[in-house]
């Protein structure tokens, strides 16, 4: 009768662990980061000998408040999926000996299809220096991973981005590569500035304008 209960509550154990490890891989935020990073990382900056990695979420810097801040420069609210407080955000640092010369970051944008994944690499100063998307579903992906689309986003920095409504900006004058697809072109848009306004939240400063 004893080892009868004690196999019941083995069953009960395990089950429990089942549930809160399939309900623990459910409910965790995703983040971006690099598929291979040595590579990807060497072949955005040939003259690299190395990067580190960081990891931030808004949560741990800022919370609510922060989330706040960041919302009113990107213009827009935070997706409850997609960009919840608890996102890591992968930073790489990369180095030629001890000098930084650049960073790469990507984040995770909602498109019509499903998830944008978008890379930048940057100089130091925030710049964008490479542009591609580490995955993007749309009938059209092969236009929008296009150099003719991905090389317009490059030399654009933070300050072109809080000038978008601008019609004679830099960013007003990227051209659309979608026939169909335009939401997923302005996703493009709004993804890559919170990416840029992140980087100089968590690694620049922040005093960007």
């Given at each position: 009768?004893?080892?009868?209960?004690?196999?019941?509550?083995?069953?009960?154990?395990?089950?429990?662990?089942?549930?809160?490890?399939?309900?623990?891989?459910?409910?965790?935020?995703?983040?971006?980061?690099?598929?291979?990073?040595?590579?990807?990382?060497?072949?955005?900056?040939?003259?690299?000998?190395?990067?580190?990695t960081d990891y931030f979420t808004i949560?741990?810097?800022?919370?609510?408040?922060?989330?706040?801040?960041?919302?009113?420069?990107?213009?827009?609210?935070?997706?409850?999926?997609?960009?919840?407080?608890?996102?890591?955000?992968?930073?790489?640092?990369?180095?030629?000996?001890?000098?930084?010369?650049?960073?790469?970051?990507?984040?995770?944008?909602?498109?019509?299809?499903?998830?944008?994944?978008?890379?930048?690499?940057?100089?130091?100063?925030?710049?964008?220096?490479?542009?591609?998307?580490?995955?993007?579903?749309?009938?059209?992906?092969?236009?929008?991973?296009?150099?003719?689309?991905?090389?317009?986003?490059?030399?654009?920095?933070?300050?072109?981005?809080?000038?978008?409504?601008?019609?004679?900006?830099?960013?007003?004058?990227?051209?659309?590569?979608?026939?169909?697809?335009?939401?997923?072109?302005?996703?493009?848009?709004?993804?890559?500035?919170?990416?840029?306004?992140?980087?100089?939240?968590?690694?620049?400063?922040?005093?960007?304008?």
């Amino acid at each position: 009768m004893e080892n009868k209960a004690q196999g019941v509550m083995s069953i009960i154990l395990i089950n429990v662990s089942i549930i809160s490890f399939v309900y623990g891989i459910s409910f965790a935020a995703i983040g971006c980061e690099l598929n291979d990073p040595d590579r990807d990382i060497q072949k955005l900056f040939p003259q690299s000998t190395g990067y580190k990695t960081d990891y931030f979420t808004i949560q741990e810097k800022g919370g609510e408040k922060l989330k706040k801040e960041v919302e009113e420069k990107l213009g827009d609210i935070f997706d409850p999926v997609y960009e919840s407080l608890d996102v890591p955000y992968s930073y790489y640092t990369v180095l030629n000996g001890k000098d930084v010369i650049g960073y790469v970051h990507g984040v995770n944008q909602k498109g019509i299809f499903g998830t944008l994944q978008i890379i930048l690499a940057t100089d130091p100063s925030g710049r964008i220096i490479g542009f591609y998307y580490q995955k993007i579903s749309s009938p059209e992906a092969q236009k929008f991973r296009g150099n003719a689309f991905t090389n317009q986003f490059v030399g654009l920095t933070l300050a072109d981005f809080y000038q978008s409504s601008d019609p004679n900006g830099k960013v007003a004058a990227i051209k659309d590569p979608a026939e169909k697809n335009h939401e997923d072109f302005k996703a493009t848009v709004r993804g890559t500035k919170k990416n840029l306004i992140l980087l100089d939240t968590f690694l620049l400063g922040g005093a960007q304008k």
